[in-house]
């Protein structure tokens, strides 16, 4: 009897050691095809690598940001997309964060949106030293990545600065749009206005804690819907990134931190 409950709790010490430790600093390369409502021909096999939530701060170490970056440069994509919430607690957090991030745009254009953390310490700050380091942050705008395809980013819809309107603008009718929003849950309203065929997000970080048969214990508001991986939502998809980073509690749990290399599919 004593045995057991020494096991039981070994094993339930052990997984909290694994999930604060382990786990966090453990990231995963997620590879994954995704469907895009009237993509033509040429871009069929057109890649983006997706970060998301990097969340640079006390939890969250530079090592663990290279990580991240060495990976998305492991492959060779078309373009780089990062959905925001770069730091967490202070904007100060966001020049190491850019250091980290400026192999990035080396090598490949890189489209950015902010996030509720980005807007919680100071927004304009964060977007001036991403921009610093060469990362194109799309704050209710839009880039034609090549022609006809278009990479559009609504600013943070939580804080209430997500313009859709303002977004789309500059995009001609003709084209196919891909649209960077931090919080999943706009999806809905993205693809009822049905001009975006893809939507990227992050903000759930998956939830941080998954647990078997039973899902995440806790989401953030406007991640609750769709809280990891690919969906369809009215014809349109989207994609919502784990991310890298976390905040508190500073745990995950089958629940990697990610990045992902997506291949867009003519559909
Ligand atoms: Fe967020």
Partial sequence: MLGGVAAVGLSATGGAGYAALVEPQWPALD???????????????????????????LHVS????????????????????????????????????????APLTARRPTLACLGNHDHWT????????????????????????????????????WEGHADLEGAL??????????????????????????????QLSGHSHGGQVWLPFIGPPVLPYLARKYPRGLYSVGGMSLYVNRGVGLIEPAVRFNCRPEVAILTLRAA
Avoid: K, M
């Avoid at 290279?66 to 100060?92: F, H, K, M, P």
């Avoid at 921009?131 to 395809?149: C, I, K, P, S």
């Avoid at 995009?171 to 999806?187: F, I, K």
């Fill in 31 to 57: 590879e994954v095809e995704v469907p895009v409502r009237g993509l033509s021909a040429q871009y069929d096999g057109f890649t983006l690598a997706h970060i998301s939530d990097l969340h640079r701060g």
């Fill in 62 to 101: 530079i090592d663990a940001v290279d990580r991240a970056v060495r990976l998305a440069l492991s492959r060779t994509v078309d373009a780089n997309v990062l959905t925001g919430d770069y730091i967490s607690g202070s904007a100060e957090y966001a020049h190491s964060c850019a250091r980290s991030l």
């Fill in 122 to 157: 100071d927004a304009d700050r964060v977007s001036r030293v991403l921009a610093d380091v060469g990362v194109t942050v799309l704050r209710n705008a839009a880039y034609e990545v090549n022609d006809g395809l278009w990479i559009a980013a609504v600013d943070d819809v």
């Fill in 169 to 198: 603008e500059e995009v001609p009718d003709s084209a196919t749009v891909v649209l960077l929003a931090h919080e999943p849950d706009y999806a809905d309203q993205v693809a009822s206005d049905g001009r975006a065929a893809l």
